[in-house]
């Protein structure tokens, strides 16, 4: 069966068909056997020409379930190539479009080529990491310093307001620990994320559309 059908239709027909081709498989039987001088097949328990009747019927069912899922396959992965879609990141077609929402999503056999989150894990990894590192230094700074002024002013609390240390100050300020932060990583990472978030929400809207509103032609 010919004629048009959009890509909606195509797509719930091809997924129907994959069921029924399967059922039709499972529920067939092709080859039997029985004794020479019987004329019931030993399995099935049908006349040899009934037998055979039915298992060349239940193939030929088969194979025509089979050309048409071809055909409607074919039809779309041809749509999908040149029908295309726009999203605010630019112009793809179906397919790529397709292609990339499951790349995005770690979908589908995209598992480990999901770049956008493997850059996000390590860049927000990393920044965690050195955001502990840095404090812990900075902690062991700080007590360091407490104690150089216990052994400089002594442990009367008056004396240290009124004797300012700068060579304490001085070295707390030298050995300070900071973020270096060429990217401002917190800012890059909210960026990366929003983009992969909004980028999957536009390509699925805009595959939805399309399916909807594109025919394609059955041979």
């Known amino acids: 069966m010919g004629g048009q059908l959009l890509v909606t239709q195509a797509l719930d027909e091809r997924e129907l068909l994959i069921h029924k ?61 040149n029908t295309k879609i726009q999203t605010s990141y630019g112009e793809y077609t179906v397919a790529g479009a397709i292609s990339l929402r499951n790349r995005l999503r770690a979908a589908n056999g995209y ?37 150089m002024r ?25 050995n300070k620990a900071e973020l270096v932060d060429p990217l401002n990583i917190v800012e890059k990472m909210q960026q990366l994320k929003e983009r992969r978030e909004k980028l999957i929400a536009e390509l699925d809207t805009q595959i939805k559309v399309s399916n909807a509103t594109t025919h394609i032609e059955i041979g």
């Not at 498989?25 to 080859?31: G, L, Y």
């Not at 409607?72 to 999908?80: G, H, M, Y």
């Not at 990491?129 to 840095?134: H, K, L």
């Open 21 to 81: 081709i399967m059922d039709k498989i499972k529920a067939a039987s092709f080859v039997d056997m029985a004794k020479h001088n019987e004329e019931r097949t030993a399995g099935k328990r049908l006349s040899r020409e009934e037998y055979a009747k039915q298992a060349q019927s239940a193939f030929q069912q088969i194979m025509d379930l089979i050309e048409r899922y071809q055909k409607i396959d074919a039809a779309i992965v041809a749509s999908n190539a």
């Open 111 to 147: 598992e480990e080529k999901c770049f956008e989150n493997s850059l996000y894990d390590k860049m927000q990894e990393e920044y965690e990491r050195c955001i502990q590192s840095m404090n812990a230094k900075n902690r062991h700074l700080d007590d360091t310093a407490e104690n």
């Open 150 to 174: 216990m052994s400089i002013l002594g442990k009367d609390a008056r004396t240290k307001e009124t004797k300012p240390l700068a060579v304490v100050e001085a070295y707390v300020k030298e």
